[in-house]
């Protein structure tokens, strides 16, 4: 009896010790060159293994990865410690990853001392930064050691520093994965990193890279200034005659938000400054995906999404409302806005605009949409009615251009880059689509200048992270590469990008875009613009 009572116990005690694993490392005994190895998987940012540290070194980048190699696990609990150091502009936010089913989907703790705030957050594929749980006026001393934890048991996560509980919550999304550390922006050093927890299959987990960044491509220095700083989205802009311009930008929310609004931004000069945000339109719901153009008479003209689509708590459901379109107008360059003016389609449940519209030679106004296929929605009477939209292809957000009478050039998004379109009779019918750019390289913006060449810029969310410009001299055709550039390649992740182009009666042409980090403004969300001269475009174009 007794034996068979030790027998039980050692069964149990094995069982249990078969259920739990356990990784420490105090990070000596690498070589400067090792790069993690054996035991860590460098994914992104600069890292090195210096001292008995794990040291993140690029203060400009936001999420710098290092993930535990070949060890997943569900329920887990990890323990670290972590000092920030470097420029007090940076963010210097240092981070736990956990459950990381891949690159892109996972959960992390962010401790940002800069700001003296720490999140709980994931990333999804779609989405960089989904912040579920938050404390504020937590100070993260910089040049100090302290030490993170974070506990996940089922669906409940809690994070302590140095020791406090700080944060709790519970979230479903990922049940398993990797362990790791994360970086944003700033220097961060991390030592004496532990974990225990119930393994699971690391099989699942694929490990996936950005394509190396583009040393070829020529990088053109240009002015570049703030035009918004505290929000941005998506800016669309528009030409107001001369020297003068206009934008629609997102505001007040991220990329998604029930308080999202649309501001309005001018420039008498040209792009070199610009005014103030004032809002142009703020409903209960989330208003968003702005498109715009000015009439032959010079009215401004907005069309845009308001999105019911959220639950009563706010949380983003796309099942639980609709996107409607609506459309106001400005009579006085910006000043004052109509009342909105619903636009309706027959079996379109949800609409959503995007980008420039253009007016073409013979009257009719095309303006992009997007909603399961992209395309462009025609109105044939200066916008009074508006016919259904026509999709051209499988693709999402569409720039177009009128290269002369009833010949049009679509250049489109896809999940693998931008592709060209054309159309010989004003966009009834178009061809199939032809590669331009490689995966990662979009949207696009698209202008015909006064030269006659079409100019098209890029947002480059692979390294360098930025705008990247073309020109072409046979309507589209072809977009040599001796006639790109990078007009910017300092953005301070891949959350970028969305130009709006314009030429302006100088001949300059001006590009206005956004960025989350960037030497204007490290640390907000805001919009850009660029100033391209006669002679820069001139080198574009040889």
Not at 144 to 152: I, L, R
Not at 320 to 346: C, N, Q
């Amino acid at each position: 009896m007794k034996k068979a009572i030790i027998g039980l116990w050692l069964c149990l005690t094995f069982c249990l010790m078969a259920e739990t694993a356990s990784f420490k490392d105090d990070f000596s005994g690498y070589s400067m060159l090792s790069g993690g190895e054996p035991n860590w998987d460098m994914h992104s940012g600069k890292w090195e293994f210096i001292n008995g540290t794990a040291r993140h070194t690029d203060i400009m980048f936001n999420g710098g990865l290092l993930f535990l190699k070949g060890k997943s696990f569900s329920d887990c609990n990890i323990k670290v410690r972590f000092k920030p150091e470097g420029n007090k502009r940076f963010v210097r936010a240092g981070g736990v990853v956990f459950r990381a089913r891949d690159c892109y989907n996972f959960y992390w703790i962010h401790y940002d001392c800069q700001h003296s705030k720490i999140f709980l957050a994931k990333r999804t594929t779609n989405r960089m930064w989904i912040p579920f749980a938050e404390k504020h006026n937590v100070t993260v001393t910089p040049d100090v050691w302290h030490t993170a934890e974070v506990s996940a048991i089922g669906p409940k996560i809690t994070a302590k520093l140095d020791g406090m509980l700080v944060l709790e919550a519970e979230d479903k999304s990922f049940k398993e994965g990797r362990v790791g550390l994360r970086s944003g922006m700033g220097i961060l050093n991390f030592d004496d990193f532990e974990v225990t927890g119930t393994p699971s299959d690391d099989g699942k987990f694929v490990m996936t890279y950005e394509k190396s960044e583009d040393v070829k491509t020529p990088r053109i220095q240009v002015p570049r200034v703030l035009s918004s700083v505290k929000g941005g989205y998506f800016p669309v802009m528009v030409h107001l005659g001369g020297q003068k311009l206009g934008a629609i930008i997102r505001a007040n929310a991220g990329h998604v938000g029930i308080s999202g609004r649309l501001d309005w931004i001018h420039s008498e000069d040209g792009g070199k400054t610009w005014s103030k945000p004032t809002v142009l339109v703020d409903s209960k719901w989330d208003d968003r995906n702005p498109a715009a153009y000015v009439t032959r008479d010079g009215k401004v003209v907005v069309i845009y999404s308001e999105a019911s689509t959220y639950d009563a708590n706010g949380n983003f459901i796309r099942e639980a409302g609709t996107y409607d379109l609506f459309l106001v107008e400005s009579a006085d360059g910006g000043k004052t806005w109509s009342p909105k003016r619903p636009i309706t389609f027959k079996d379109f449940a949800n609409n959503s605009v995007y980008g420039q519209g253009i007016i073409l030679s013979n009257g009719d106004i095309l303006v992009p949409w997007y909603w399961k296929g992209g395309g462009f929605i025609r109105s044939t009477d200066g916008g009074k009615t508006w016919q259904p939209p026509q999709r051209i292809a499988s693709c999402s957000e569409v720039a177009f251009v009128e290269t002369a009478p009833n010949e049009l050039l679509a250049i489109a998004r896809s999940s693998e880059g931008c592709h060209t379109s054309r159309s010989l009779d004003n966009g009834k019918t178009w061809s199939a689509l032809k590669k331009l750019t490689v995966k990662g390289i979009h949207p696009a913006t698209v202008i015909k200048l006064k030269n006659g060449k079409l100019l098209a810029a890029f947002g480059s969310r692979i390294r360098p992270y930025g705008i990247k410009v073309a020109t072409s001299g046979d309507n589209g055709e072809t977009w040599p590469e001796e006639n790109m550039a990078f007009i910017s390649w300092d953005c301070g992740n891949t959350d970028c990008g969305y130009p709006s182009a314009v030429q302006l009666e100088d001949g300059s042409v001006a590009i206005i875009s956004y960025a989350v980090g960037s030497p204007l403004h490290p640390f907000a969300i805001h919009s850009q613009c660029a100033i391209l001269s006669p002679e820069i475009l001139d080198k574009l174009s040889k």
